[in-house]
């Protein structure tokens, strides 16, 4: 197995992004979507992603626009605000490909807070 390169328009979060699979929506906007992860790792577990289709952060930086990337980062920052995390800490990851553990390959940033967290590469 190694990183996909090409997108997979049938990964679960396109689904969740064309309605075929609910989500617990928090955010949405044109270009973003935030809802919580179906199995969360703390109290507060969130996905942000962008609408449009990108396999990983590598493919994002590279080919979405500038108001794609403007849109998502601002969304961010919002969620990141009103979800409380933004003044007690928060971490926020992109796992990517095979050796960074991504399970959808569908770009994701992963919001988690409500407690302190621990280390931040297990075993
Ligand atoms: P990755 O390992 O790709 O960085 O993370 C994928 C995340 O998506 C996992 O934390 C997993 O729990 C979450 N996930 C997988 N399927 C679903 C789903 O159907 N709904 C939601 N809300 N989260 C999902």
């Given at each position: 197995?190694?990183?996909?390169?090409?997108?997979?328009?049938?990964?679960?979060?396109?689904k969740?992004l064309?309605?075929?699979?609910?989500?617990?929506?928090?955010?949405?906007?044109?270009?973003?979507?935030?809802?919580?992860?179906?199995?969360?790792?703390?109290p507060?577990?969130l996905?942000?992603?962008?609408?449009g289709?990108y396999?990983n952060?590598?493919d994002?930086?590279?080919?979405?626009?500038?108001?794609?990337?403007?849109?998502?980062?601002?969304a961010?920052?919002?969620?990141?605000?009103?979800?409380?995390?933004s003044?007690?800490?928060?971490?926020?990851?992109?796992n990517?490909?095979?050796?960074g553990?991504?399970?959808v390959?569908?770009?994701?940033?992963?919001?988690?807070?409500?407690?302190?967290?621990?280390?931040l590469?297990?075993?």
């Amino acid at each position: 197995m190694s990183t996909p390169s090409t997108y997979d328009e049938n990964n679960i979060f396109a689904k969740i992004l064309r309605g075929e699979i609910p989500c617990d929506k928090i955010y949405e906007d044109e270009f973003t979507l935030c809802f919580k992860d179906i199995t969360p790792k703390a109290p507060t577990h969130l996905l942000v992603i962008p609408k449009g289709a990108y396999l990983n952060i590598v493919d994002f930086g590279k080919r979405a626009s500038k108001e794609e990337i403007d849109g998502f980062f601002k969304a961010v920052s919002q969620i990141a605000e009103e979800q409380n995390l933004s003044q007690s800490g928060f971490r926020s990851i992109a796992n990517t490909g095979l050796n960074g553990g991504q399970e959808v390959p569908h770009f994701h940033l992963h919001l988690l807070g409500g407690k302190k967290l621990g280390a931040l590469v297990g075993q």
